[in-house]
T-cell receptor, first 117, second 115 residues
Framework: AQKVTQAQTEISVVEKEDVTLDCVYETRDTTYYLFWYKQPPSGELVFLIR??????QNEISGRYSWNFQKSTSSFNFTITASQVVDSAVYFC??????????????FGTGTRLLVSP | EPEVTQTPSHQVTQMGQEVILRCVPI?????FYWYRQILGQKVEFLVS????????KSEIFDDQFSVERPDGSNFTLKIRSTKLEDSAMYFC?????????????FGPGTRLTVL
């Protein structure tokens, strides 16, 4: 069965610190997709990144970077030089299902990031 | 920029009442979804909908739930007889096609409170 684990419930950092949010997943499929979403205090879900299981290249987008390692089934998210506006709950999600068209996102329990000035 | 919209933003109802949550997906999208998030918990998949029928549903989506696309723009979730445990944030999402590389765009959510 597919499962996403975000072991860190809450992380507190001071502005300008780097922070890494961990995500470990389980799936039986060889083809799957991984996502990160941000949920700010206003409550909406904001898409950050997607990765397919065949692309292990790390990605950097501004202050954000993602490290995908199939060998450890992990898809970790690092924010460099954190800012107060980064305070939010971050969800890692998995989509699998060659037969069902990858329609269902399975979310982890989320990591609440608090960035203080 | 096109976005998914949901109404109402907050719905309060009495246990046993029927509620209809409304969503307007992005106009050229073909796949529609409902998810829910009980306060402080993770987001859970309820149902996906394509070509006017349910394509996948979770075990949460029992006979009390139904979805409909009554016209070309709206996508609704009906809960026939609400229970206290239905209190949650309900998110609608849509995606352009079956390719998962097209991510699901989420609406702002409807907070349902069952008293």
């Amino acid at each position: 069965a597919q499962k996403v684990t975000q072991a860190q419930t809450e992380i507190s950092v001071v502005e300008k610190e780097d922070v890494t949010l961990d995500c470990v997943y389980e799936t039986r499929d060889t083809t799957y997709y991984l996502f990160w979403y941000k949920q700010p205090p206003s409550g909406e879900l904001v898409f950050l990144i997607r990765r397919n299981s065949f692309d292990e290249q790390n990605e950097i987008s501004g202050r954000y970077s993602w490290n995908f390692q199939k060998s450890t089934s992990s898809f970790n998210f690092t924010i460099t030089a954190s800012q107060v506006v980064d305070s939010a709950v971050y969800f890692c999600a998995l989509s699998e299902g060659v037969n069902t068209g990858f329609q269902k996102l399975v979310f982890g329990t989320g990591t609440r990031l608090l960035v203080s000035p | 920029e096109p976005e998914v919209t949901q109404t109402p933003s907050h719905q309060v109802t009495q246990m046993g009442q029927e509620v209809i949550l409304r969503c307007v997906p992005i106009s050229n999208h073909l796949y529609f979804y409902w998810y829910r998030q009980i306060l402080g918990q993770k987001v859970e998949f309820l149902v996906s909908f394509y070509n006017n029928e349910i394509s996948e549903k979770s075990e949460i989506f029992d006979d009390q739930f139904s979805v409909e696309r009554p016209d070309g723009s709206n996508f609704t979730l009906k809960i026939r007889s609400t229970k206290l445990e239905d209190s949650a944030m309900y998110f609608c999402a849509s995606s352009g096609n079956r390719d998962p590389y097209n991510e699901q765009f989420f609406g702002p959510g409807t907070r349902l409170t069952v008293l």
